[in-house]
């Protein structure tokens, strides 16, 4: 009976390993796409902003516009480059997708060779390089939109939404050629009809994100719960950082938009930017610093959104997305911020109800249950031996304190489970030691419990966290 009992014991601790195995890749490659696009947000305002600053140079110094156009030309090279390793990555026979990536990117690259020398020379026919450009995303979009609905996933919307975006930057750069040219008869304020749509979206963005910080930053205020305001403080960086992604398209393209129409149109307008492209140049500098200063903070709060209660389709692909820096240092990155998510949990990260197995002693519910369910199939259980769900029912109340004596115990020690003290007592003896009173081992929280019924206990809140 004692080999029959060790060996159960041995198949439950193999069971919880291995549950423990996956949750801890699960969060790897959690943490792996939050990482990707927190640096992909990062490398969409740099180089967003250093093509407006290069742009607004050429207004202002007479520089030639050949500069900004070779610097489109080689971000979408680098680009193509990466889809082409990615797809190598993935060794996917028919990847249609990517098939439609690497053509787009080629035939914009040749588009923009077309615009360099179309710049000095406006005879140039490329217009209809533009038209066939902007009739191939079509298709690459209705191919999309039928994979969205043979297989409707938030990843298929992204890749829908990401080929519409595409299609308009096509579309835009095809009516300034046009107007260029003389084929549209129509003002330099609708021929960037798309830009300023893109504008308008920005700066709408723009103000749901500030009103969200500011109902946020109140709430932050006006609670006195130390671990509410810990995980609100989490939130209102990830918040300001959000805001200033959309500042970045809404602030000084905006302020060159209007004032480039009205040159264009009247020759009125401001052909100075300077201040334009200085304050683009610091906004950079500092939007970096911010990332790059709370880059942990960030990569929780992106792991809090939505998207990722569904990141559990195409884990493998979600593998293989590159990122800069190198994959060396990502994964480094990776390890510090595990572990320092243990020292930034928040309530939900820990189980919202527990079985009480003694008066000093709790486990989460679901644990105790599949421990109790392994040990009856494995026929295990003898007359002489209860099970561990029978132990927590045989004492139905929660004792008094055992360090004082007076007040109700209320609390549990996390992650050893341990508990049997009041809040108070409890308080006390985490400020003079980190440590459990009975395992000894680390404290990294003290949850407040209260009783349910017989055997079981709900978690409050967190009243300590190390």
């Known amino acids: ?71 489109l030309s080689v971000v979408h090279l680098i680009y193509l480059i990466k889809v082409c390793v990615v797809h190598n990555k993935t060794r996917a026979k028919t990847d249609f997708d990517c098939c439609f990536e690497m053509t787009w990117s080629i035939g914009l690259i040749s588009y923009y ?18 038209m066939m450009l902007c009739i191939y995303n079509a298709i690459w979009m209705f191919y999309s939109g039928v994979k969205l609905h043979k297989k409707k996933s938030e990843k298929q919307q992204f890749k829908l939404l990401g080929v519409f975006a595409k299609l308009c930057f096509v579309i835009q750069i095809t009516f300034i050629n046009l107007k260029l040219i003389d084929w549209l008869a129509i003002h330099w304020l609708y021929a960037f009809v798309l830009i300023w749509l893109f504008l308008f979206v920005a700066i709408f963005l723009e103000l749901i994100s500030l009103f969200n910080l500011s109902a946020q930053i109140n709430k932050y205020f006006s609670s006195n719960n130390v671990g509410v305001k810990v995980q609100m403080g989490t939130k209102i960086i990830g918040l300001f950082w959000i805001c200033l992604f959309f500042l970045s398209f809404a602030g000084v393209p905006t302020y060159t938009m209007i004032n480039l129409c009205i040159y264009l149109e009247e020759e009125q307008g401001r052909k100075n930017y300077l201040l334009a492209i200085i304050i683009s140049v610091f906004y950079t500098i500092i939007y970096m610093a911010y990332t790059i ?17 569904h990141i559990n389709e195409d884990r493998n692909q979600d593998r293989h997305i590159l990122s800069f820096p190198s994959s060396r240092s990502q994964k480094k990155f990776i390890y510090s911020l595990k572990e320092n998510m243990n020292n930034k949990n928040n309530i939900q990260d820990y189980p919202q109800q527990m079985i009480k197995i003694s008066s000093t002693y709790y486990l989460p519910d679901e644990l105790v249950m599949k421990r109790h369910q392994t040990e009856v199939n494995n026929n295990m259980i003898s007359n002489k031996q209860s099970t561990i769900t029978e132990v927590a029912v045989q004492e139905t109340t929660i004792k008094q304190c055992f360090n004082c004596f007076q007040r109700q115990s209320c609390v549990v020690y996390m992650p050893c489970g341990h508990g049997g003290m009041c809040q108070e007592c409890a308080l006390k003896w985490y400020e003079q030691n980190k440590e459990c009173p009975i395992c000894r081992s680390n404290i990294k929280a003290i949850l407040q419990i209260e009783q349910i019924d017989e055997q079981t206990v709900k978690v409050i809140e967190i009243i300590a966290q190390n």
Not at 113 to 130: A, D, K, N
Not at 293 to 309: M, R
């Open 293 to 309: 200063y709370h880059k942990e903070l960030l990569t929780l709060f992106i792991l809090n959104l939505h998207y990722f209660s």
């Open 113 to 130: 060779s077309c615009l360099i020398y179309f710049v000095e020379y406006h005879r140039f026919q490329i217009q209809y390089l533009g």
């Open 1 to 71: 009976m004692n080999q029959q009992q060790q060996q159960g014991s041995i198949q439950n601790n193999w069971e919880l390993q291995q549950d423990g195995q996956v949750n801890e890749i699960d969060t790897q490659i959690n943490l792996e796409v939050a990482y990707t696009w927190l640096t992909s947000a990062l490398l969409l305002v740099v180089l967003f902003n250093s093509f407006l600053s290069l742009l607004l140079s050429s207004l202002t110094f007479g520089l030639s516009f050949r500069i900004p156009l070779l610097f």
